[in-house]
């Protein structure tokens, strides 16, 4: 509202009212406000079936409001795609953020238009405290967490785990005592993506949040606390145990080589060649796409173990919707991305999970996908992704930072301080940088 | 970019001594009328003048300014630049790059063309060489990222080395294959041996795992514990101590479990070899014929002879070579067209001159074809060296990111930097600069070169 110019502030007033108005009535849509003649832009990373499926949710939110959107693809770099036309003065009215670190980096640069108006009461209404704060810089609210990931999964493949005797555990003993058994059986417990860094920092975060607790991973994830903390080094030290050259499908050589969708049909294509795959709920989307194997028979999923007597860790991840220009459809369509309405659509069509908690779980179409939601909405110990969390050039880029440094890591285990050391350099580094 | 910003200033300049003789021919004399001149070339002038002067010189000043492009820290950037590692490495793979991969272009380009002149179906040969001209770097570097790949059977690189390598080394029947009991069995190499000793008289049993159902000869029998033998025996069994499906005892031979055929035993008693056998379908061995005493046994590292699982082109060490590889792909066909051009233009009365002197056809080529192509093959190479100055598509594509640090080239520095994911262009923007500079001598040559020709 503040950076509305006075005449389209006249124009638009009486529908912002009745817009916030309707939000603050339980699921309100799009408010039913008539839109016809608007036109809204949306850019977002999704290609293929995500893209059909986001632009399902676009044409309900065009039958609601009759405004006109059109979805921009921006490919899997967004920044690079929104940072020109920024500058330009020509940013889409909605862009589909991956990163906090991006919505920070935008609101820091004064390019975002808050979203307290729009959505502030619908946040309220459907989400759990979590997601505001992710959402919000500095107590304003700038985004709206539209799709959430569950990252604290493991995909395991039924016909290794029946064949083995071993059955998925609940807490981190059981858990290693079956990736021992497994590969005394002859195939290697984990399947890991180790050429793309986020596979090795998401095992990372799932082991620090489970193992030194929600606090200190707050504090590291700001940089409170350097990365040569104990507490870091003992869960790297764990992290070796997991990921070590044994359990690990090609070794770590082969893992290092290994992207990530060949680290899922290692395990489900064809002949098993590891048992399990850790990482988040996307993964059905690869076995479904690039496997014969069906989730829920040939694969099956597991949570990430509890470690000692704590919860079981859930890390998430997602896309936040934030708002480029101050229009009526921009707001409007905010608004109604924050409404289980929106979600359901999604949800639906399957490969999506929502952070909303009104979201009808009735609304996914699986077993499975309906677990993976509910265990992320009602999880105890939830954090954000914590390399998401970071300024980019060390949390977010190949070849760099704490991707480059847990390749590293994993080639060479034994090194843990010397690695600690690395991270906590780099981390400096950006955060110095910033 | 430099020929084609620098080559208008030359012709500019070139153009007044030109003028004045076609001057009268065609009338009134432009020379005379620079407003004319500058009316016609004004087109060419505001185009190269937007597309190439203005972002080198916009290129430069960014350089001087930080990652918002606000504030200006003069050096800044180039200080940081070349305080990173990174950069280093970046440069020292470039001169790998400029040193190897536009001399051996060249030399098999020549190569190539001087051999496609002697075969039949010279048309076919050039046309396949040539070939990959025709499909873009992207996609030529999805091809070798595939060629390259570790698995056997997915990459073909390493399909031919391990066929080859396991032909020569068969591997052993049981790769992989681990005592089920750490203290009872110990690692002798690649071997595995009893830590406690054995009389003759005495029975053995070892257990194994990590070896797949799948894995186990068909012929395998189930496994039962084996008689103490006679007084100059050591009877022995060696079975999978894994039950599928689980519920097997670890340590005894359980109901299901098989013995593992095929296994070749050895007893030794001071280092020395006093007996072997191999294990029958039920895992069972008997080794006879032995003097009283303390003995161990041994699984012999045959057993467990890993097959050859290729090279690591991908890794951290091969990686600019493989790169290199593919580009040699790409451009020796475009080397062999042009080298093949050069070589048609020169005269056969020449080679035929040398021949009926009694030259033979090594001194031919070194003598006469060599130098008189010499002008061709520096044209090549120089093209070639710009080329791979700026060398980008080919390492962003192969190189997995886990190596991206090690097949680090500027060109990809500087997307590194300013795009993927630094997002500080003040920083590319200086990269870019240092390409530039690198790139001008071979520019310059290049335009020198041509003036002289046309001159």
Known sequence: ?434 | MAVSSKSPPAEAEAAPPGAPPPAPATGPGTGRRPGLALLFLLPALAILGALVVYPIIYTVVRSLFDRGGDDFIGLDNYRRMFENDRTFRAIRNNAVWVVTAPTLATGLGLVFAVLAERVRWQTAFKLAVFMPMAISFLAAGVIFRLVYERNPERGLANAVVTSVVDIVRPPGEYPGARPADEDGLEPDGAAYVTTGAVAPGEAVTIGMVAIRPDEVPADAARAREPPTGGDREIEGLVWLDFTRGGGGERGAVDPRELGLPGMKIEVVRDGDVAGSASTADNGRFTISDLEPGDYRVRLASSNFREPSDGVAWLGAALITPAIISSFLWIWVGFAMIVIGAGLAAIPRETLEAARTDGANEWQVFRRVTAPLLAPVLLVVLVTLVINVLKIFDLVFVIAPPSVQDDANVIALEMWRVSFGGGRNQGLGSALSVLLFVLVIPAMAYNIRRLRKEQG
């Open chain 1, 1 to 434: 509202m503040k950076r509305l110019t006075r005449s389209v502030a006249a124009a638009a007033g009486i529908v912002l009212v009745a817009a916030a108005l309707t939000a603050a009535a339980p699921a309100a849509g799009g408010g039913g406000d008539d839109l016809s003649g608007e036109s809204v832009e949306v850019a977002a990373v999704w290609t293929g079936a995500e893209q059909e499926r986001f632009e399902l949710v676009l044409e309900a939110f065009e039958d609601e409001t009759g405004a006109d959107v059109t979805f921009t693809s921006t490919g899997d770099d967004i920044s690079a795609a929104l940072e020109p036309r920024i500058s330009g003065g020509d940013p889409p009215d909605v862009a589909m953020l991956p990163q906090p670190g991006l919505l920070n980096d935008f609101v820091e640069r004064g390019a975002l238009q808050s979203v307290e108006d729009a959505a502030g009461a619908a946040v309220d209404e459907n989400y759990a405290p979590i997601w505001r704060e992710l959402g919000s810089v500095d107590g304003t609210l700038y985004g709206v967490w539209f799709k959430a990931a569950n990252k604290s999964l493991v995909w395991y493949s039924t016909e290794v785990f029946s064949d083995a005797g071993v059955r998925p555990a609940d807490d981190f003993e059981g858990f290693m005592e079956n990736a021992q058994t497994i590969s005394d059986f002859g195939v290697a417990p984990f399947s890991v993506g180790g050429a793309n860094g986020w596979v090795l920092t998401d095992l990372f975060e799932n082991i620090y949040l489970g193992q030194a607790g929600p606090d200190l991973y707050d504090q590291l994830s700001r940089h409170e606390i350097p990365w040569t903390d104990p507490s870091v080094t003992e869960a790297l030290t764990t992290m070796a145990e997991v990921y070590s050259d044994d359990f690990l499908v090609g070794g770590v050589e082969g893992t290092l080589e290994t992207e990530f969708p060949r680290s899922v049909q290692n395990v489900f294509a064809g002949d098993p060649e590891g048992a399990m795959v850790i990482e988040g709920d996307f993964v059905g989307g690869v076995i479904t796409g690039e496997t014969d194997a069906k989730v829920g028979k040939q694969a099956k999923v597991a949570f990430f173990p509890a470690i000692e007597d704590a919860e079981a860790p859930v890390v998430t991840g997602g896309d936040v919707a934030v708002m480029f220009t101050n229009t009526e459809g921009g707001q409007a369509l905010i608004e109604f991305l924050a409404s289980p309405d929106a979600a359901e659509v999604w949800a639906e069509e399957g490969g999506y999970i929502s952070p909303n908690q009104n979201v009808d779980s009735d609304a996914y179409p699986s077993k499975a996908q309906r677990r993976i939601a509910d265990a992320l909405v009602s999880a105890q110990l939830i954090r954000f992704d914590l390399s998401d969390l970071q300024p980019s050039e060390f949390g977010a880029t190949d070849a760099q930072g704490m991707w480059k440094l847990f390749q590293d890591f994993l080639a060479n285990p034994s090194d843990v301080n010397g690695i600690a050391q690395q991270l906590e350099d780099a981390a400096a580094q950006a955060y110095g940088s910033q």
